[in-house]
């Protein structure tokens, strides 16, 4: 830890983004390898102001503004993050105003709840003049989303911040390197899902049929673990079936929705090389797999009229992206609506 100002609270700033699992949704949770990617393109900024030692802070978020200490119940991890911050930084005594805003929006899967709550630790910190390494960084984030999610694996924490896809598997993190110049097509189906709900629902499937349900999760792994490695080894054709074999077992699980499985079809007839949900489901946003800039926008098109009303395109490999004409396009994300 690292003061870099003056001991006086100032406004800080703070940022953050989304994050997808691109394979071992549901799976990950009995111990199977998941991987995950940052959308370093989808931000979460957060903005902190002391208001002075003793007074009252407040909050600006997700269509609340008001007293902090009156903020309802789906913002205590929030609160839990600006107290650890402050908390962290020696500095609880004051208040600050407190602003979020984001490029996605919540309840679709994309770590939304990590993202705010490390872009307003970052922010607390900055005003406090502070800087925290990655580990602080990701430990006072945790302690957030422990109110949010009980059990956090620390994954969104992680990749709500990092800069490469990761390989989970029982807690540890392995950076994934990715060697193919691809592109994922993200659209919200506009119906919020609910990760505990559709958790709760495998798990009573786990139990009544074992044998069953333990052998689509150990396929979910082994796709997870299979899917990093067409990352690293430029797999971009068996990266897509993967993709689409992932959903059908997820659908087996029955964590889809009927407007996320018309997504994901629209996706595939706009020429996706593969499409699937992503997270946990019963809503939320799917991902879909693109060979290059011009596919990833014929996509989006494709979703756009198949009723998604947000979609976005991320390259997996920026440092791969194609300049074109028009292929800008390809990693510039489209307003958030809901």
């Known amino acids: 830890m690292q003061r870099r100002h003056g001991s006086e609270p100032r406004q800080g700033y703070g940022e953050t983004w989304a994050k997808t699992i691109l394979m071992g949704d549901h799976s990950v949770v009995y111990g199977y390898p998941a991987v995950a990617v940052p959308l370093e393109t989808l931000k979460m900024h957060a903005w902190a102001s002391s208001t002075g030692c003793g007074g009252q802070s407040s909050l600006r978020a997700l269509g609340y503004y008001g007293p902090l200490e009156q903020a309802p119940v789906q913002f205590a991890g929030l609160l839990r993050a600006i107290q650890v911050a ?34 307003v630790i970052r922010a607390v910190l900055d005003a406090c003049g502070l800087e925290a390494n990655a580990q602080q960084l990701a430990s006072l984030t945790n302690e957030a989303e422990i109110v949010t999610h009980g059990h956090p694996s620390g994954l969104d924490a992680a990749t709500t911040s990092g800069e490469h896809p990761v390989l989970f598997v029982r807690g540890d993190m392995q950076r994934v390197d990715v060697n193919l110049p691809a592109y994922l097509v993200i659209a ?10 559709a958790v709760e629902g495998v798990r009573g499937q786990y139990e009544h049929d074992r044998r069953r349900v333990g052998a689509i999760l150990e396929s979910l792994g082994a796709l997870a673990q299979q899917s990093a490695d067409d990352l690293e080894q430029g797999g971009l054709d068996s990266l897509g079936r993967r993709m689409d074999a992932a959903h059908s077992l997820l659908a087996a699980l029955h964590v889809s929705h009927p407007v996320v499985d018309r997504l994901v079809q629209a996706a595939r007839s706009g020429g996706a090389l593969g499409a699937k949900l992503t997270g946990g489901g019963l809503g939320g946003c799917i991902i879909a797999l693109a060979p290059d800039g011009l596919s990833a926008r014929r996509i989006r098109r494709s979703l756009t009229a198949a009723g998604a009303p947000a979609v976005w395109i991320h390259p997996l490999n920026q440092l791969d992206m194609e300049v074109g004409d028009d292929d800008s396009e390809a990693a510039v994300d489209m307003p958030c609506r809901g």
């Open 188 to 197: 919200d189906s506009g119906v919020v899902g609910s990760t505990k709900e």
């Open 86 to 119: 402050k908390d962290f930084a020696g500095c609880p005594e004051y208040s600050f105003d407190i602003i979020t805003r984001s490029d996605f929006p919540a309840g679709r899967g994309l770590g939304s709840s990590a993202a705010a709550s490390g872009a």
